[in-house]
């Protein structure tokens, strides 16, 4: 079965940075959209970064110029470079991966992400 597994969440002091890491199982990675979501308590999951297949990306309008999203096709991980944290990006975050054309849609268990002095 697919596995995607978090990791690289922690505590981080505002205006710092932190790396997130999802290693994905998929036999065709490089074909899946994959996505990084993140989700506060009592707040729904919201979107945070993708990247395509081929490369393209979407942000949200809260992390553009602060978050990049990466990928390794050879090494099966996406990757999402967090920069000038603030304590509203405290949050779960999940990693994601999706082929629309198969229906397939894929989730980690997620990882903390907690931004504090």
């Known amino acids: 079965q697919v596995q995607l597994v978090e990791s690289g969440g922690g505590l981080v002091q505002p205006g710092g940075s932190l790396r997130l890491s999802c290693a994905a199982s998929?036999?065709?990675?490089?074909?899946?959209?994959m996505g990084w979501y993140r989700q506060a308590p009592g707040k729904p999951r919201e979107l945070v970064a993708s990247i395509t297949g081929g490369g393209s990306t979407n942000y949200a309008n809260s992390v553009k110029g602060r978050f990049t999203i990466s990928r390794d096709n050879a090494k099966n991980t996406v990757y999402l470079q967090m920069n000038s944290l603030k304590s509203e990006d405290t949050a779960v975050y999940y990693c994601?991966?999706?082929?629309?054309?198969?229906?397939?849609?894929?989730w980690g268990q997620g990882t903390q992400v907690t931004v504090s002095s």
């Open positions: 994601n991966s999706r082929l629309a054309a198969l229906g397939a849609d894929y």
């Open positions: 998929l036999k065709i990675f490089s074909i899946y959209t």
